[in-house]
């Protein structure tokens, strides 16, 4: 079977200092069943080929003149598995307890609202839940903390602006260096 693609450019957004994130995001969303994404972007893009990854999409690199890149997306075939992603966003074992630690990192540039979470978590208790604000979903802390033994969920609020994540700390924490 072939595959299409949907060809997105984000060199422009990144000449002009732009977060092409959310854009990407969005294309991959509307993308049909079976279809794929071609990026082309002014550096190879590797937080998001795991980002893409933990989706369903495997991914072939190309580099192209002038340090740029274009990157083929393609959805894998075996869509019925779900991703450690999708498990660990669901909420689990019913009702969450209250957060213990809200932090609102709505103003920091990234990855600071990451490495202050990420800190916040290592000094709490298992089954504790931490909240964070942030003013864009969070999708490279996602997969980190799946690899720390975290749940999470979270979404956009209301104002469509600002993102909620709560974070239920796992007893499978990385041990400190």
Known sequence: MTVKYVDLDVR??????EEPFEQITAAVATLPAGQGLR??????????LHVLGSKGFSHE????????????????ATTEAATEADVV???????WPDSALTL???????????????AALEKMHE???????????????????????????GAFEGDGATYRILVRVGSSREAAA
């Open 12 to 17: 422009p957004a990144l000449r002009a200092g």
């Open 39 to 48: 990026l082309f972007a002014t550096f190879k893009p590797v937080p998001l």
């Open 89 to 95: 966003a669901t909420p689990a074992e019913g009702v």
């Open 127 to 153: 089954g504790e839940v931490l909240s964070a604000l942030l003013c864009r979903e969070p999708v490279f802390l996602m997969p980190e903390l799946a690899k720390r033994g975290h749940q999470w969920q």
């Open 104 to 118: 609102d990192n709505r103003d920091l540039d990234p990855p600071e609202p990451m490495v202050r979470i990420l």
């Open 61 to 76: 690199l190309k580099e192209l003149e002038d340090g740029e890149w274009e990157v083929l997306f393609t959805p894998e």
